[in-house]
C-alpha cells in the first residue's frame, strides 16, 4: 500500500483498500459476468450473480467500473455508462423487491383489484403475446398490441409483468426484466408516445 509522506494513505492506496475489502463480498466470476456485460456486450448477468452485485452497493459497483474502464482507452465512454446502468437497474429491481420494479400497495387485495381494472383494457391475445415475447422469446409484439399496451400504461405493464413473474420461480429475473424493458420501450416507440 502506497502511503504519502504525512502517512495518509493516497487516492489510489484508498481505492485499491477499498477494492480488496468489496471483493470480499463478491466473487470474481460475478466480477467478470458484470465486466463482460458491460464491456463485452456478453449475455447478462445471472440472478445470484445480482443478488451479490446488489448486496455490495451502488458505490462498489460504480468504483469496480471506474477501474475497469481506465485503462480500456478504446471503449465509448458513454455507452460503458449506459451499459453500467443497464446492469445495475434491473439487478436492484430483482433483489431489492423480487416480483416488483414498482412500488406495490401493501394490501394483496387492492393490488389484484388494481391490477384487475388495467386487464378490463387490454385483449387477453395482446397480454398472450406481451407474456409469449417477455417469458418464452416469443415474436415482437404487434403494432396493434403494442398500441393496447401503451395505451393502459406503464404501471399496468409493471404490474402485469409482475404477477406474470411471480408465478415463474425459474425464470431468469434479470432478462426478463431487461425484456420487458425492450417491450415497452419498443412499443413507446412504434405508437411514438412520450413519457417522462
Same mark, same amino acid.
Given at each position: ?11 489510489? @492506496? ?7 475489502? !468489496? ?11 458484470? +465486466?463482460?456485460?458491460?464491456?463485452? +456486450?456478453?449475455? &447478462? ?6 443478488? =451479490? ?7 462498489? %459497483?460504480?468504483?469496480?467500473? /471506474? ?6 482507452? /478504446?471503449? =465509448? ?38 391490477? !384487475?381494472?388495467?386487464?378490463? %383494457? ?5 397480454? +398472450?403475446?406481451? +407474456? @409469449? ?9 404487434? /403494432? @396493434?398490441?403494442? %398500441? =393496447? ?7 399496468? %405493464?409493471?404490474?402485469?409483468? /409482475? ?11 434479470? &432478462?426478463?426484466?431487461?425484456?420487458? @424493458? ?10 411514438? !408516445?412520450?413519457?417522462?
Amino acid at each position: 500500500m502506497i502511503f504519502s509522506s504525512f502517512g495518509i494513505p493516497t487516492s489510489e @492506496a484508498l481505492i485499491s483498500k477499498t477494492l480488496d475489502e !468489496y471483493k470480499k463480498h463478491i466473487s470474481i466470476k460475478c466480477i467478470r459476468e458484470v +465486466g463482460a456485460s458491460i464491456f463485452e +456486450g456478453k449475455a &447478462s448477468v445471472t440472478d445470484a450473480c445480482c443478488h =451479490d452485485l446488489a448486496s455490495v452497493g451502488k458505490n462498489c %459497483h460504480d468504483l469496480f467500473f /471506474n477501474f475497469a474502464l481506465a485503462p480500456k482507452l /478504446n471503449v =465509448d465512454k458513454s455507452r460503458a455508462l449506459a451499459k453500467r446502468e443497464q446492469v445495475w437497474s434491473p439487478c436492484v429491481a430483482i433483489t431489492v423487491s423480487p416480483t416488483s420494479s414498482i412500488t406495490i400497495p401493501t394490501s394483496e387485495v387492492l393490488n389484484l383489484k388494481i391490477l !384487475y381494472e388495467c386487464i378490463k %383494457h387490454i385483449s387477453i391475445k395482446c397480454a +398472450g403475446e406481451v +407474456g @409469449a415475447s417477455i417469458f418464452e422469446g416469443g415474436a415482437s409484439v404487434t /403494432n @396493434a398490441c403494442c %398500441h =393496447d399496451l401503451v395505451s393502459v400504461g406503464k404501471t399496468c %405493464h409493471d404490474r402485469f409483468f /409482475n404477477y406474470v413473474l411471480a408465478s415463474k420461480p425459474n425464470v431468469a429475473k434479470f &432478462s426478463a426484466f431487461v425484456k420487458s @424493458a425492450q417491450v415497452w420501450s419498443r412499443c413507446v416507440a412504434t405508437c411514438n !408516445y412520450s413519457f417522462p
